[in-house]
């Protein structure tokens, strides 16, 4: 299963309890026990077939960009199969550069190249 996408439509960060809970998984093999922030906060989704779904929580998830430590401000829904879709709000706030032809991504705001 595919764990994350580029979002480049949708509004906010989001992800199912079962991509991250694979992706926590992952993390802890590299990195070891890592704690998320975990916030009561509700919010409808609609999404392009018409469906509509409340997100169960807002966490904060661990990652590291350019070796800084950063939180990836994610809704949480009970919705398996939806992996974690980062927003283009949040691309745009890193200022995303994708290269798809060699299949990488730099956040110019993290990098240490700018």
Known sequence: MAHEFLGSGATESIASFEALEEIMKLRQMRFGQED???HAKQKR???GNGETKMAESFIELPQTLAG?????GVHTLDAPGVPLLISVKTLTRLRAIVDFEDATICFK????ER
């Open 36 to 38: 998320l922030v975990a």
């Open 109 to 112: 705001q993290m990098s240490t």
């Open 68 to 72: 800084q430590s950063v939180r990836l």
């Open 45 to 47: 989704f609609k999404f």
